[in-house]
């Protein structure tokens, strides 16, 4: 294996893929196997990285007379078959652009999920009023009315578990979109 040869074809994937995931942005969904890469990612450039660091281990275990012949055929095996991958990515691309989208492929800005995030507050909090209103009512209910009390305070605090999980779902859309833009 020539591997000069080898960082020049992960050079020119790196720079067709800076290209692709310019021009395209993110892809609609995870672009790889997580038997082939370890990343989960929706931009090619980051698989690039990956095989070139792929690369580094070999190269790294081969100089320091760590390399078994096991360990070489294993790196070289998923480092080719990292690069095919790659190869074959970048020359569909025009074939990429017909399929068909789900609908999360079109990432909305992040102010509408800001103006989402204030909604679902104000929806926690009027589900809070509600959480407390149920329990007085519960606690001045008869023996008779204790049942349906009950059931209407769990059924309201269920509302305010799935709405505070909600909240913390939009959170992490824009903590992860405001360190990754």
Known sequence: MNFTDVEQRLEQLALRAAEVDRTR??????????????????????????????????LKERKADRLTDLRAAYLAERLVSQIEALQRELSTISIRKNELKHKHHFRRPINEIYQDLAQHKEWERRLMEMVLEKTHILEKSSSFDQQEAQQ????????????????????NQITYREKNQ
């Open 25 to 58: 942005g993110e892809h609609h969904q995870i672009l790889f196997d997580e038997h082939l890469f370890s990343r989960k990612s929706r931009l090619v450039v980051p698989y690039v990285n990956e095989a070139k660091s792929t690369l580094e281990t070999l």
């Open 152 to 171: 209407h305070l769990l059924a309201t605090e269920q509302r305010l578990k799935r709405c505070q999980e909600a909240i913390i779902k939009l959170e």
